[in-house]
């Protein structure tokens, strides 16, 4: 926690170097829960990118006020949110017609190379995004069900819920083939 | 059916997934962060970004544009030419005059009003810098000057400048001009922005006043309390920890405002006073220690100053740059061995292998990584580590840099020994000490036992010369002691014990072990190395390989 703080101190006083520091700290954090939650490894790419560019853009005005890291994590899920409600609204826009070739033609780049790990990342694109937020944020981020509820503004009560049912549908879609 | 098992598996495999940067992202990221970054900076120190930040400011120019439209509009609905056109009127079948301009008489028209237009903008231009000067120089008075005998837009502009900085005396005078103006446009501006400077003072000095209420009922409390500040500047030093000692220890952290307070102790009596700060050089050496008589029915207040800190932010990772948590890091002055700096501050790495070190004056610093496992395991008694142990040296400057520093653990290979005496008798339940030559810590990392035939594993060894201890377990008294580049090409090594217990390092006789070379030669099964016993005699700290005879 200090050495966020001074590590934003520092940045604030101009010095690239604790960006860098900042970013190699929490990049494959980031990558990680970008990877699981999208399955597709440029635009889990591109989120961290964005985030971080977005970031030292912000950097003049940028205030700690908790962890930075649980700040970076609610960055880059915001973001996936909302590119994820972009995406549906091209899937949408496909349906009437207006095929997008671009989008159609994309390629997967796994990042992770186990086998096993591609499975899981591709089960979970399988559940809906809310409740896989709240597998990845509290599996992976180690986040809290009350400061998921926070990031998502709702109740623990269907945080929890959402990552119980969560698991069910990974498990009944994994059929036994992860463990 | 679900069971408990099939939970545990799922989540540990979604936890476990890992994911990495490329090197090229890496630079993608990093390269487009910087220039975002830089571009942050530059904006970051912008007049009207500094303008722009206050509350008050932004107010002022809605305000400011609002009476500004509002005088526009009015002046385009009511207004008539001052002076009439030259050319010849004529009366329309409407009725209304239209003033008809001969086509030469139109074009130097135009000409004439470019020209004063642009000299008007020019002029402006020039007055509008000379007010940015004064804003960036706080000359309240120039700038109040600039509010009469000026251009509209440039009393405007004045005003809004002072607005900003919030002065008393831009108050004053906003105020004063405002009621003597005949203009009744510019009055009402700077009336309100007069009233808003005001207001902004008068919030100013409620919080001091709030400040300075909260402030006086901190202090002072009873029996020990007081305040912790910047010895240059003042400013409260808020993370200092102070802990008071008379056989028991009582702590406190000081609040925002640098104090802090012991509401109650055990018993009266003499207590030393010990400050500890990560970003301030604390008062740590027992030596030094004030002391101070405490009893619970009467009040003390002491108040210390301290310097700035030396900060160091580390970084410990192993060779494939993964990040080495629960690593130890000893502080220690070159100049002083066995004597390990206290910072005050428990010194591990987190899971991220992130640590910051901080309390240290100016100077060289020897740090000394451990990685420490928790356990008994066989016959290894203490902490079992996990990678070699490894020092660096830095040099500390400046207090207000923060040094960044990686240190990279390696893990070693596991060394195996047999000891044994003149006889061949095997040298069992003896306590084998290793480290290397460089080692300037009061403690050994890692005790082995032999075992009933007197073999020993030494773990996580890296390359390098090492200081090999053996002891009896039952008084610790050293039988011998040798210097050795470890690891050696081939093991088991022999380590050879003289048979006559209790004897004194200086009396031990020089052992004839022949060399490596030779070993392979004449003793195919094991390596027995050829050492003369060594007073403890450490080299210099600076050189890791350190020369002993063979």
């Known amino acids: ?179 | 059916m679900k069971t408990d098992s099939d939970n545990i598996n799922l989540e540990e495999a979604i936890a476990d997934i890992r994911c990495t940067t490329g090197t090229e992202l890496d630079e993608r990221i990093l390269s487009d962060g910087f220039a975002a970054f830089d571009e942050a900076m530059r904006s970051k120190h912008s007049i009207w970004r500094i303008i722009f930040k206050s509350r008050i400011s932004r107010l002022t120019i809605a305000a400011v544009l609002i009476i500004g439209c509002l005088i526009a509009a009015k002046l385009l609905l009511t207004t008539t030419p001052e002076k009439p056109p030259t050319g010849v009127a004529k009366r329309t079948d409407s009725g209304l005059s239209e003033v008809l301009v001969p086509e030469e008489l139109k074009e130097k028209q135009d000409f004439d009003e470019k020209a004063t237009a642009e000299s008007i903008k020019t002029e402006l231009k020039r007055e509008l810098k000379q007010i940015e000067d004064m804003f960036v120089a706080k000359d309240i008075e120039g700038l109040i000057a600039m509010l009469s005998d000026h251009p509209q837009e440039i009393r405007l502009a004045a005003a809004l400048y002072l607005a900003n900085i919030g002065d008393e005396r831009a108050a004053e005078a906003l105020r004063r001009l405002g009621s003597e103006s005949d203009d009744e446009r510019l009055a009402a501006i700077f009336s309100i922005v007069s009233s808003s400077i005001e207001n902004r003072l008068e919030e100013t000095k409620k919080a001091g006043r709030l400040e300075a209420q909260q402030s006086s009922a901190i202090v002072p409390k009873r029996p020990l309390s007081g305040q912790v500040s910047d010895a240059e500047t003042a400013e409260a030093v808020i993370d200092a920890v102070v802990t008071i000692s008379s056989g028991e220890h009582y702590t406190a952290t000081t609040d925002a405002n640098g104090f802090y307070c012991f509401e109650d102790i055990g018993k009266d009596g003499n207590y030393k006073i010990n400050v500890t700060s990560k970003e301030y050089i604390g008062i740590t050496e027992q030596e030094k220690l004030p002391v101070v008589y405490l009893s619970s029915d009467s009040s003390q207040v002491k108040n210390f100053k301290l310097e700035k800190a030396c900060m160091i932010d580390l970084l410990v990772m192993d060779e494939v740059n993964e990040p080495v948590s629960n690593v130890e890091i000893f502080v220690t002055n070159p100049g002083d061995k066995n004597d390990i700096i206290d910072t005050g501050f428990e010194q591990i790495t987190d899971r991220k292998g992130f640590l910051v070190l901080g309390g240290l004056d100016r100077g060289t610093f020897n740090l000394t990584a451990i990685h420490r496992s928790p356990g008994i395991f066989g016959n290894t008694v203490g902490l079992l580590p996990d990678y070699a142990p490894h020092r660096v040296t830095i040099k500390l400057e400046n207090p207000n840099d923060i040094e960044y520093k990686e240190i990279v653990l390696r893990r070693g290979a596991e060394v195996r020994g047999q000891a044994q005496f003149e006889d061949g008798s095997p040298g069992s339940d003896l306590i084998v000490t290793v480290q290397p030559v460089w080692w300037d810590l009061p403690f050994e990392v890692c005790n082995y036992v032999t075992e009933h035939d007197g073999g020993f594993e030494l773990e996580n060894i890296a390359d390098g010369t090492y200081l090999i201890r053996l002891m009896e377990q039952a008084d610790s008294n050293d039988i011998l002691k040798f210097e050795t580049e470890l690891p050696l090409k081939d093991e088991p090594f022999v380590i050879i014990i003289p048979k006559e217990p209790g004897v004194a390092d200086s009396n031990i006789p020089d052992f004839n072990i022949p060399d490596a070379n030779m070993l392979d030669v004449n003793l195919p099964d094991v390596n027995i190395i050829d050492v003369n016993i060594l007073d403890f005699n450490i080299p210099d700290s600076n050189t890791e390989q350190a020369d002993f005879e063979i």
């Open chain 1, 1 to 179: 926690m200090l050495a966020d703080n001074l590590l934003i101190w520092r940045l604030r006083g101009g010095d690239r170097q604790a960006f860098r520091q900042i970013y190699k700290k929490y990049k494959d954090e980031l990558l990680t829960m970008a990877m699981s939650l999208l399955n597709e490894a440029d635009e889990a790419e591109d989120a961290l990118r964005e985030v971080f560019v977005l970031f030292a853009n912000n950097v003049a005005r940028f205030r700690l006020y908790g962890s930075l890291r649980n700040y970076l994590i609610s960055c880059i899920v915001n973001h996936i949110r909302n590119r994820y409600r972009q995406k549906m609204y091209l899937v949408e826009e496909v349906d009437r017609g207006k095929q997008d070739e671009a989008d159609s033609q994309r390629t997967e780049q796994p990042i992770a190379e186990n086998e096993k790990i591609h499975s899981l990342i591709e089960f979970l694109a399988e559940i809906p995004l809310q409740q896989r937020e709240v597998i990845i944020l509290h599996l992976q981020g180690n986040l809290k069900f009350r400061e998921i509820a926070e990031m998502q503004d709702t109740q623990i009560s269907t945080v929890r819920a959402r990552y119980n049912y969560g698991l069910d549908k990974l498990r009944a879609i994994s059929d036994g083939r992860i463990i």
